[in-house]
């Protein structure tokens, strides 16, 4: 059985490697990414079976033009022996419920929009946004969470949301230093 719930701090490793199994390296590459980099997700759902992590889902906030909160899906990713079982569906509707209680108007993703269109997602009122760098337009999909929160979108989709907390470089450098004030060695 599956069970969709928030993911654990110490899963993302996992997580990490169930995207890598699914997209490769060139998920680094994509502008969906250019948007994610350096932030939090604002939810981050796993699907489990068992205790084994067959699928992930993300949200991360964005705006659409310079007014207009939403999310930003994805990636979506579930395990290459667990796929066709309906546990990417599972965790779309997860997000898109969590999105609407969290009280967002509207989520949007890059992807397939014959995959993606039974969840109430199309090309239909993002004509007038844009992404910051290269992406294919008829895979820019929105899906409103209240009806006309699209209307009138127009403009660049942007990153919002909180930043991931990084050491700065001095605190780096005191975790390699010992305490005879001498470099600790790396050990591979």
């Not at 998920?27 to 699928?55: C, D, M, Y």
């Not at 946004?129 to 942007?158: F, M, N, Q, T, V």
């Not at 450098?173 to 001498?182: I, P, Q, S, W, Y």
């Amino acid at each position: 059985m599956v069970t969709v719930r928030k993911e654990r701090p110490a899963e993302a490793a996992t997580r990490d490697a169930l995207l890598d199994l699914a997209y490769g390296p060139a998920r680094f590459t994509k502008t969906s990414q250019r948007l994610r980099e350096g932030r939090r997700p604002e939810l981050a759902l796993v699907a489990a079976e068992s205790r084994r992590i067959v699928g992930t889902v993300q949200l991360w906030e964005v705006s659409a033009g310079p007014d207009l909160p939403a999310l930003l899906l994805g990636p979506l990713a579930v395990a290459p022996d667990r796929r066709k079982r309906g546990i990417g569906s599972t965790l779309v509707h997860h997000a898109l419920r969590e999105a609407a209680r969290r009280r967002y108007g509207a989520v949007l993703l890059v992807g397939d929009a014959p995959y993606y269109s039974r969840f109430g997602f199309s090309s239909e009122k993002t004509n007038a946004l844009w992404l910051p760098g290269p992406y294919e337009r008829h895979r820019l999909l929105g899906c409103e969470l209240k009806p006309g929160a699209l209307d009138g979108a127009r403009g660049l989709i942007s990153a919002r949301g909180p930043l991931e907390q990084r050491p700065d470089l001095a605190t780096l450098v005191a975790g390699l230093v010992g305490k005879d004030n001498r470099l600790v060695p790396y050990a591979a």
